[in-house]
T-cell receptor, first 112, second 112 residues
């Protein structure tokens, strides 16, 4: 049973607008969350992360928000650029386990 | 720096055939991982090697074996391939166990 869920398989957004990607998790013991970005024919690359002791982490155009009570996190990309068109995976780890549990991914398409 | 390299890029096998997927990293990382990615499932951990000389099962180890040949190389073997093992396989490495993982470009395997 998947413990990390990305319920939107795809998202289309206009260039310059905000992209909001959502991720839900079921295991309340998860304490570290990551977003990976993947282009076709390439491996995933690390984008941004957040610890469960925080509710927001920002890195340039990318911000991740964590709502522990709702077991929900989101990734905001502002402004969206054509190079942001990719598959985005949400992942979570548990204490000292460190094994990543991934969501199924959301394909983002940024329209010119 | 090539990062994480995987060979082959593509492979087609018949049911019952065996093969080994190769992975090498040139970042002097201690930990290495094998994942499979299936549609709608995200990435799932098959096996990992937290440090040279150790290997452990991940979420979906059945039907696979691994060898940490040295610090650089971590191979994944399918002894008797089955159609259920049709997938894209990613190798990853991290400086230490629990650190950010860097992924290779993947091997697309089809088992007929």
């Amino acid at each position: 049973d998947q413990q990390v869920k990305q319920n939107s398989p795809s998202l289309s957004v206009q260039e310059g607008r905000i992209s909001i990607l959502n991720c839900d998790y079921t295991n309340s013991m998860f304490d570290y969350f990551l977003w990976y970005k993947k282009y076709p024919a390439e491996g995933p690359t690390f984008l941004i992360s957040i610890s469960s002791i925080k509710d927001k982490n920002e890195d340039g155009r990318f911000t991740v928000f964590l709502n522990k009570s709702a077991k929900h996190l989101s990734l905001h990309i502002v402004p969206s650029q054509p190079g942001d068109s990719a598959v985005y995976f949400c992942a979570a780890t548990l204490g000292n386990d460190y094994k990543l549990s991934f969501g199924a991914g959301t394909t983002v398409t940024v329209r010119a | 720096n090539a990062g994480v390299t995987q060979t082959p890029k593509f492979q087609v096998l018949k049911t019952g055939q065996s093969m080994t997927l190769q992975c090498a990293q040139d970042m002097n990382h201690n930990s290495m991982y094998w994942y499979r990615q299936d549609p709608g499932m995200g990435l799932r951990l098959i096996y990992y090697s937290a440090s040279e000389g150790t290997t452990d099962k991940g979420e979906v180890p059945n039907g696979y074996n691994v060898s940490r040949l040295n610090k650089r190389e971590f191979s994944l073997r399918l002894e008797s391939a089955a159609p259920s093992q049709t997938s894209v396989y990613f190798c990853a490495s991290s400086e230490v166990w629990g650190d950010t993982q860097y992924f290779g470009p993947g091997t697309r395997l089809t088992v007929l």
